[in-house]
């Protein structure tokens, strides 16, 4: 029997369609990892050691608010949530101070300790 799985990601950014036998749960969680508000709220990022010291992310909060008014969301302009983004193009980003990725709620929830990179994401890149 070959069982079709349809995954529709959040903010219609997503359509997958693929066979049961290679659906991990590993898979699923990768697939359902999209940028939305859920995972900004939970995100960390922002209280993070490795980017406190640069301007360019103190600015990217300072206007997160409208940031997150654009349709489609522009991930560059949202200074947090780098595990689903992908690397900061801010420069300051000090990867030599602690990461805090493992206190997360999303690292928790989305099991990134499983995947590559296990943190740094903001210099590393997302997580996969």
């Not at 079709?4 to 991990?24: E, K, L, N, P």
């Not at 654009?70 to 947090?80: F, G, V, Y």
């Not at 997360?104 to 300790?113: E, I, Q």
Request: hydrophobic share 30%; with cysteine; glycine share 8%.
């Amino acid at each position: 029997m070959n069982i079709r799985v349809i995954v529709i990601g959040f903010q219609s950014r997503f359509f997958g369609v693929c066979d049961a036998a290679s659906v991990t749960e590993r898979n699923v969680v990768s697939m359902q990892m999209l940028l939305n508000q859920d995972i900004i709220n939970k995100c960390v990022c922002h209280k993070c050691p490795v980017q406190n010291q640069s301007e360019c992310v103190h600015t990217q909060m300072a206007e997160l608010k409208n940031s997150l008014k654009e349709t489609p969301l522009d991930p560059h302009k949202i200074p947090k949530a780098y595990c689903v983004n992908g690397k900061s193009l801010c420069k300051g980003i000090d990867h030599s101070k602690p990461c805090i990725c493992g206190s997360c709620d999303v690292y928790a929830k989305y099991h990134l300790s499983e995947g590559e990179p296990g943190g740094f994401y903001c210099f590393e890149g997302k997580s996969v």
